[in-house]
């Protein structure tokens, strides 16, 4: 019999959906604002040294939260200076959110916002086509490489496009958060198909270094309040369920022994902490500043 549980990335819709409470219940994008505050000044210090224009290219930027926070930073960094930001993103839904965003912020007129409504692969194979071949001095992929076909060839791809002292930015799950331990274990009882892969920074870091390719990585230490999966019938606990698993309706689904199992587990130590009746889950993340070759 096939199994009626169907990956998450099928319904886009709920997927947003999912991960808008992921971010609700989550201190994701605080760690990432705590990075960007704290450590991308000086990240960012090679990427735009006398230039009159600085290009930056955000591979899958959802809605533009964490884009728009970083655009802040080089803008700090760069008085004055023209950013051209170019967003990959195969989201309709995303998009409107991300203009919807840029249009409440002030002091964005030196920045010039281009959306294109592709996957990295679309991008990747009309930009050759073209011969089109724009380089960037700062390219950012942050909670996206889950979703690519081929990691390795993409990230050299759009490591081709950096300019001389450019930067390449990758967020994702970090090899020791309990996302990692999850996928390995649950993984192939989910219906993994090629809308996502479940890698950590532990894979990427073996990708970069079998490329040859210079780069230093970021502890972003985070948590996710899950409590609410627990409790029966509650739609949010479900939507944060199907995003933990990647699956559409899990909780509907999904086989009774898996589902058993996978709650008795997200309760675990080795995957939440406790605390005062609430568990929190690991989502520890780490970023990845990939050198430019030259
Ligand atoms: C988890 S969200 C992260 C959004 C944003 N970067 C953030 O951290 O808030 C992943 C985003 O990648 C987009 N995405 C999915 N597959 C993609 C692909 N093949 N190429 C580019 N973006 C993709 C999704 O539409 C979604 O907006």
């Not at 309706?249 to 086989?255: G, R």
Request: glycine share 6%.
């Amino acid at each position: 019999m096939t199994s009626p549980m169907r990956s998450l990335l099928s319904d886009h819709s709920r997927y947003v959906e999912s991960f808008r409470l992921f971010l609700e219940n989550s201190t994701e994008h605080q760690c990432m604002l705590e990075f960007i505050e704290k450590k991308l000044p000086s990240i960012i210090s090679s990427i735009g040294n006398e230039k009159s224009t600085i290009n930056i290219l955000s591979v899958g930027g959802g809605a533009g939260e964490i884009d728009l926070q970083i655009l802040a930073k080089v803008q700090v960094k760069y008085p004055g200076v023209i950013i051209h930001n170019d967003v990959i993103e195969p989201s309709a839904e995303q998009i409107t959110n991300y203009k919807e965003r840029a249009a409440k912020t002030s002091n964005l007129e030196n920045i010039k916002f281009t959306w294109h409504k592709e996957t990295s692969s679309e991008y990747e194979s009309r930009t050759k086509a073209n011969g089109d071949m724009k380089k960037w001095g700062f390219i950012h992929m942050i909670q996206m490489l889950y979703y690519v076909k081929d990691i390795s060839a993409t990230i050299r791809f759009f490591h081709t496009l950096l300019e001389p002292g450019g930067k390449l930015l990758i967020i994702l799950v970090s090899g020791t958060s309990s996302w990692a331990r999850l996928w390995k274990k649950y993984g192939p009882h989910l219906p993994l198909n090629d809308l996502c892969l479940y890698v950590s920074s532990a894979d990427i870091e073996e990708i970069l270094d079998a490329a040859g390719l210079k780069y230093q990585s970021y502890d972003l230490p985070s948590n996710m309040d899950i409590t609410d999966c627990f409790a029966e019938g509650n739609k949010n606990g479900e939507l944060m369920l199907d995003f933990l698993t990647e699956t559409c309706n899990f909780s509907q689904t999904a086989p009774l022994d898996l589902r058993k199992e996978l709650m008795e587990d997200l309760k675990n130590l080795q995957y939440s902490e406790n605390i005062g009746g609430r568990y929190f889950f690991n989502n520890n993340l780490s970023a990845i500043v990939v050198e430019s070759s030259i």
